[in-house]
C-alpha cells in the first residue's frame, strides 16, 4: 500500500493533506523520515507521526438496532440517518448491508466490506430475513400454504420466492424471506388481503438481533457473526 494511501486510511486525512504532512517531515516508517506518498508500506512497519504510531481501521462489520423514524442513509434527510447515531471514524466509509424503511424497526448491518455485504443482498444467495409482523386483520393458518408457494406483488412479474410465515397469534407472525423488493414484506400482506401495521426485523441469516441492545445502539459482529456470512 502506498503511504499517502496508509495515512488516510488510518486517520481523518485527504489524500492532499497526507501529502502535506509527508512534506512538513513528521512521518517515520521504521524511524526514518519518509517524504514519497508512493512510498510502499510493509504490514510489518511502524508508521508513525510525530511520534504517534498509526494502524489500519481495516474492514468493520456493525450491527445496529434501529429504531423508527430513521433513514438508512448516510445523510439526514426528512427524517434523520442512522449514521448520525454513531460516533465512530470515518463514518463515509460505511454502508448498509440491507436497508429497512423508515418505519421499521430492528436488525441492520454496517460495514466496509462491499464483497461482504453483496452476499447478503444479492437475491441470488438467498440470505434469508427474519420479520417479526404485526397485522390489523386476523391471521389464518391457509396464510402458510400461500407464503410458501409465493404471491403476486402488484406491479411485478411472477411469483415471490417461497416464504416461510410462521404464526405467533391471531395478529402477530414471523416472517423469513430471502429477497428485498421494495416494501416487500408490506406488499406481500397486501397482495393476502391483510396490512402491516408493525413490523421489526430480528435476523439476517444466522446472525440475530443482540437482545442486549436497545433501540439506537449498535456494536461490532463477532467473529463467528462475520463468518457466519457465506
Known amino acids: 500500500m502506498r503511504l499517502d494511501k496508509f495515512i488516510c486510511e488510518s ?27 508512493s512510498f510502499k508500506v510493509s504490514a510489518d512497519m511502524l508508521i508513525e507521526v510525530d511520534g504517534n504510531e498509526l494502524t489500519l481501521i481495516g474492514e468493520r462489520y456493525i450491527m445496529m438496532h434501529k429504531p423508527v423514524d430513521t433513514i438508512c442513509s448516510s445523510i439526514d434527510e426528512e427524517y434523520q440517518s442512522v449514521f448520525s447515531l454513531m460516533d465512530i471514524e470515518k463514518p463515509e466509509v460505511l454502508h448498509i448491508a ?10 441492520i448491518l454496517i460495514t466496509s466490506d462491499g464483497k461482504w455485504s453483496h452476499k447478503i443482498t444479492s437475491p441470488k444467495k438467498d440470505c434469508g430475513k427474519r420479520y417479526l ?40 407472525a414471523r416472517l423469513t424471506i430471502s429477497e428485498g423488493k421494495y416494501h416487500q414484506v408490506k406488499r406481500m400482506f397486501a397482495a393476502a388481503g391483510n396490512k402491516v401495521v408493525n413490523l421489526h426485523r430480528e435476523a439476517i441469516g444466522h446472525i440475530e438481533l443482540d437482545p442486549e441492545l436497545e433501540e439506537c445502539e449498535w456494536r461490532y459482529l ?3 457473526e462475520v463468518n457466519s456470512v457465506k
Open 11 to 37: 486517520t481523518e486525512l485527504t489524500r492532499s493533506m497526507a501529502k502535506k504532512l509527508l512534506k512538513s517531515g513528521e512521518v517515520t516508517c521504521d524511524g526514518e523520515v519518509v517524504k514519497d506518498p
Open 98 to 107: 440491507g436497508r429497512l424503511d423508515v418505519d421499521t424497526t430492528g436488525l
Open 133 to 172: 409482523v404485526e397485522v390489523a386483520d386476523p391471521l389464518t393458518e391457509d396464510l402458510v400454504e400461500l407464503f410458501k408457494q409465493g404471491l403476486e406483488l402488484r406491479g411485478e412479474d411472477g411469483l415471490t420466492k417461497p416464504a416461510i410465515l410462521d404464526i405467533v397469534d391471531t395478529h402477530q
Open 222 to 224: 463477532t467473529d463467528e
